[in-house]
């Protein structure tokens, strides 16, 4: 693999000063830290004094940890080479209980096991270095998320460590730890992340931006505090790896036609609907940046906001402020819009203004929590919309699945068991593929320094479009049952998604029993 460039973070920006932390109780912690013998201590406003700054601003750096200071009775003291080093641009000096080399080491090695260079300074074996390592390996194994937490790992075990990478979907362990050292690591993120390094109890999010060269890496930062200790997840945001364009996403032909035809309707509703991380907000994006211009007025109401897109204006939910989905809707519409992307149905009130929108002549595009496409449909029923109305304003529900490919370089020819074939051969037939004429070359994994011995690059999307037809709207009026409403959408040619991970699984592009697994179906 080619050598990485380094990413180094760019800290965001404080939070609140000094007035504020007296409200909340989330102020420096009056635990004392005592100074080493002899060191040349000052207070507060002396401190304050010599960087010329504010006593709220210095407040914000305590938070921050970017300065370093520990309390004597109510006193805040600080040692001046701690004062003359943030002076000078340095971060502040930190005593780990235990060696850090053993973690930096385990990084180092598995990078030069994936074949990545210059993730790092492997020599040195720091906190900074070791966050650099963690998250420049995470960016080369294509992670999109890192957890950093305290386990046992086996029942009675010793609690220690870890580090995992999501990869394709999938947790994979990194590296086990001493424990002491998550106090270290989570004050290193949080102080990048902007949050405050002395609050241990309340949950906290942060953000981090990183400079990767020729693009910017957006980190979302997760603090929690459970029995065992803090943990980290960090969210990785890599515009690079977002699909923004519906040709790039894998649809057969004919879906992303019809997709594409319904979404440049002048009006109506289009749902992405499935499980959490099943890839709704990157299909949606992609949907945007196909409509999206300076002739286009195109809107959004997310929670939170993922990537800015050009041409549209981007509003971020805060229910705790006010601003709900609902209310954001209603706003929306007094601002002109041609295409609205609402982030997700939440409740009746939700819906029903999505519904107004799409029905007043505005093309409104969400999602919702379902296994498919069909009970979409009746889950809208469920929610309080009247069955005439759901068919009138909804255009097209498209319900998907992320299952991950398997690695080109290293799969190999694998059969499934008759069992499993005679089900796949039901599954297909009473989902609108042609079993009989399917010829099937069915692989496994291997792993290989490619894939990073997973045996697996990468996801791929299974799917199902369901077409909202004059049929399928008298079998709404009429309260057909989910079951009615898939068989009348197969008769006039879509197929499940059952049907469609088949067919890839017997193209060799994924594992059959991944599939069915992936659906329930197993």
């Known amino acids: 693999m080619a050598a990485r460039k380094k990413t180094k973070p760019r800290k965001a920006s404080p939070g609140k000063g000094e007035d504020a932390e007296k409200r909340s109780g989330t102020g420096p912690a009056a635990k004392p830290e005592a100074p080493p013998p002899g060191a040349d201590l000052m207070g507060m406003e002396e401190a304050v004094a010599l ?22 009775g109510r006193q805040w003291r600080f040692e001046r080479a701690e004062i003359e080093r943030f002076l000078k641009g340095e971060e502040p000096q930190l005593e780990l209980p235990v060696s850090i080399e053993p973690l930096v080491k385990s990084l180092v090695r598995r990078a030069a096991k994936l074949g990545v260079q210059d993730l790092a300074e492997p020599e040195k074996a720091d906190l900074g270095n070791a966050m650099d390592l963690i998250i420049n390996l995470a960016v080369a194994m294509r992670a999109s998320d890192i957890h950093i937490e305290p386990f046992p790992t086996a029942p009675g075990a010793e609690t220690v460590g870890v ?4 990869v394709d979907g999938v947790l994979h362990p990194l590296a086990e730890f001493d424990l002491r050292l998550i106090p270290a690591l989570v004050e290193r993120f949080k102080a990048a992340a902007g949050c405050d390094v002395r609050e241990k109890i309340k949950p906290q999010d942060g953000r981090i931006l990183l400079d990767a060269g020729d693009h910017k890496l957006d980190l979302r930062l997760s603090f929690v505090g459970p029995t065992m200790g803090e943990s980290v997840t960090v969210r990785i945001l890599d515009p690079r790896a977002v699909l923004l364009n519906l040709a790039n996403i894998d649809y057969t032909a004919r879906d992303r036609e019809r997709l594409m035809r319904n979404i440049r309707s002048p009006w109506g509703l289009v749902l992405v609907t499935g ?3 099943c890839g709704k907000t990157t299909v949606l994006y992609a949907c945007l940046n196909e409509l999206a211009g ?11 906001v993922e990537f800015m897109l050009p041409w549209v204006t981007q509003i971020g939910i805060h229910p705790s402020k006010g601003l709900t989905f609902e209310r954001g809707i209603r ?38 929590h379902t296994d498919e496409a069909a009970s979409a449909l009746k889950r809208m029923v469920e929610i309080g919309s009247e069955p005439f109305v759901v068919a009138e ?21 694998q059969q499934p068991s008759e069992e499993t074939l005679r089900h796949a051969a039901e599954l297909a037939r009473s989902g609108g593929l042609g079993w009989d004429s399917l010829k099937a070359a069915f692989r496994g994994p291997t792993g290989c320094s490619e894939c990073g011995q997973t045996g697996f690059k990468g996801r791929t999307v299974i799917t199902e479009v369901l077409e909202i037809t004059a049929e399928i709207g008298r079998a ?15 008769s ?12 890839r699984a017997a193209g060799g592009q994924v594992v059959l029993m991944e599939v069915l697994q992936i659906l329930g179906l197993r």
């Open 51 to 72: 960087l010329k700054t504010t006593r709220a601003t210095f407040y914000r750096w305590l938070r921050g940890g970017k300065i370093k200071g520990f309390k004597a």
């Open 476 to 490: 709404l009026r009429a309260e057909a049952s989910v079951d009615e409403i898939r068989s009348i959408a197969v």
């Open 163 to 166: 580090l995992r990478y999501r």
């Open 492 to 503: 006039q040619g879509m197929t499940t998604m059952a049907a469609d991970g088949i067919r």
């Open 393 to 413: 304003a909804t255009r097209m529900v498209v319900a998907q699945r992320l299952v991950r490919k398997l690695c080109p370089k290293c799969s190999r020819p």
């Open 331 to 368: 706003a929306v519409l007094r601002s002109d819009p041609d295409v609205i992307l609402v982030g997700e149905i939440r409740n009746r009130e939700t819906l029903t203004v999505c519904q107004q929108a799409a029905l007043t002549g505005h093309m409104v595009m969400t999602t919702l």
């Open 275 to 277: 499980p959490t991380g």
């Open 294 to 304: 300076p002739d286009v007025k195109t809107m959004s109401l997310e929670d939170p």
